[in-house]
């Protein structure tokens, strides 16, 4: 099952926690993780602490909308060019930075 169909689906059976879940997700999983994911590398999920509900399928397609790029790209944050980060509201953050922010909370 694709991600959106999946939110669909639970929004209609009223899940909220598993919506807020998948919406949380770029927070919990690490940049180079979700590279794991999208490369179909399975032994990422003995790394991941996930829901019986949340799949392999979900997750890889989940981790289909959230690309990472191959190409280093200056941080909006540090300015240093890297490779691995995060796409966030369409301005990349590098890894390094994404480690600083999430342990704010
Ligand atoms: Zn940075």
Request: aromatic share 10%; proline share 3%; glycine share 4%.
């Amino acid at each position: 099952m694709d991600i959106d169909e999946a939110k669909i689906r639970f929004l209609r059976h009223g899940q909220l926690d598993r919506v807020k879940f998948i919406e949380g997700l770029t927070r919990k999983i690490l940049p180079t993780q979700l590279k794991r994911i999208q490369q179909n590398d399975k032994t990422v999920l003995k790394d991941l602490v996930l829901p019986k509900w949340m799949d392999w399928e979900l997750i890889y397609s989940w981790s289909n909308k959230h690309k990472v790029m191959d190409h280093a790209r200056p941080c909006i944050l540090c300015n240093n060019r890297e490779e691995v980060g995060i796409d966030y509201k369409g301005k990349f953050i590098c890894d390094n930075c994404f480690l600083r922010i999430k342990n704010w909370d």
